[in-house]
């Protein structure tokens, strides 16, 4: 029986080409990065090439990029990193009640052993927060916003360009989480107005264990990891030049891919998922925003049936399938975003989503749902 990953949120399909530049990297890059030999200045060679790359990619400038092990470590590094840096009589954050736990538990930290305060941003049935509400919340005790560009779990986009212009006028820092955007469309960050934005190389075909932060010239960043100069004093510890050439592939190879008729046709496949799920599974419900989402991201609840079941249904049937976020697997709380999106808790607890990636065919979407509308049935039984 053939599977079906659809689990892209969590997990993008290893490009070859981004495995290939890892096992060309590891072998040529036998040094360590800051060793001034011959092996450490072939291993640095590698890395900066790699930042450049990345650089390029974005519209940024190298020195902007800081390479980490993935995007929790770049939204922890950006949001503390901000936060411990800014002015001592700016010690409030905002953040959204949508963030990653990434980001919503960086805050949590700074308030429980920093002395910070957090206001939660809300957000609307959609899951899209509102600029007013922003705009009563941020003042001049605010070191820091983070809000993220796209939720992974149901996919809405959030109006970042907006909300940096209002950080920006109020002279505060902006973060935005960008995990889910980066490699999967053009992200040129000094269109966003914002300070720093974290990405994730395994969601756009690198191996895993990669990431960055990009941090706009000039600002301040206090650094997390201590105990050496690499990243230019703002991540200490050895670099991992074959991760960071695997990512600098994937990020090239996904951009090229993902130009804009190929989101176009994930788009209308996501459409044309929906529209046969809504056929053939009596009562699903929809959840994000109906234009602002990504393109490749389907979030329902089927009434009735527990997202844990339907999952091991699924997976029986071939079909790779999440209640939402990966990170979360093995909690039986439902998920915090459906909930301030205003679900009921029994509601949220029966969340599937679809997160396709570019190697599920047109004619392939119809199989797909025939194999999970026979999973509801027996899941509801
Ligand atoms: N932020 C968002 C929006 C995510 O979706 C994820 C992972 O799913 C992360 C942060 C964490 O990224 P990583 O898995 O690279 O640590």
């Known amino acids: 029986m053939k599977r079906y990953y659809l689990d892209a949120n969590a997990h993008a399909p290893l490009l070859p080409e ?207 990891t201590v105990g050496g100069a690499q990243e230019n004093q703002r991540r200490a510890g050895t670099e991992n030049a074959a991760a960071a050439a695997s990512l600098a592939t994937a990020l090239e190879l996904s951009l090229n891919q993902h130009q804009a008729p190929d989101r176009a046709r994930m788009h209308d496949q996501i459409e044309n998922l929906w529209q046969r799920v809504a056929q053939s599974v009596p009562s699903v419900i929809r959840n994000g925003h109906p234009e602002q989402r990504l393109d490749n991201t389907l979030s329902i609840c089927v009434p009735g049936a527990s997202s844990e079941d339907v999952m091991i249904a699924a997976d029986l049937e071939g079909l790779s399938l999440s209640s939402g976020s990966a990170c979360m697997v093995g909690s039986a709380l439902p998920s915090h975003v459906l909930l301030a999106m205003g679900l009921g808790r029994e509601l949220a607890s029966c969340a599937i989503r679809f997160s396709l990636s570019r190697e599920l065919e047109e004619d392939e979407v119809s199989e797909v749902v025939a194999r999970f509308a026979r999973v509801i049935t027996r899941v509801k039984g």
């Open 18 to 224: 981004a495995a290939e530049a890892y096992v060309v990297a590891l072998r040529a890059a036998v040094g360590n990065p800051s060793s001034t030999h011959t092996e450490g200045r072939a291993a640095r060679a590698i890395l900066d090439q790699a930042r450049d790359s990345v650089a390029a990619l974005l519209g940024a400038r190298s020195g902007e990029i800081i390479f980490t092990s993935g995007g929790t470590e770049s939204c922890n590094l950006g949001v503390l990193g901000l936060a411990l840096a800014a002015p001592a009589s700016r010690r409030h954050l905002i953040c959204s009640a949508v963030e990653h736990h990434a980001v919503l538990h960086a805050c949590e930290h700074l308030r429980q052993h920093h002395g910070f305060s957090i206001s939660i941003l809300p957000v609307d049935n959609c899951g899209r927060c509102s600029l007013d509400a922003l705009k009563s919340l941020a003042g001049e005790q605010t070191a820091l916003v983070s809000v993220m560009s796209a939720n992974n779990e149901v996919g809405t986009r959030q109006p970042v360009a907006e909300i940096g212009e209002l950080c920006r006028s109020r002279g505060i820092l902006f973060h935005t989480d960008a995990v889910q955007c980066v490699g999967r469309e053009p992200v040129l960050v000094h269109n966003l107005a914002c300070d720093a934005l974290s990405a994730s190389g395994h969601k756009f075909g690198s191996v895993p264990g990669t990431g960055f932060l990009w941090l706009k010239s000039g600002v301040a960043l206090a650094p997390v």
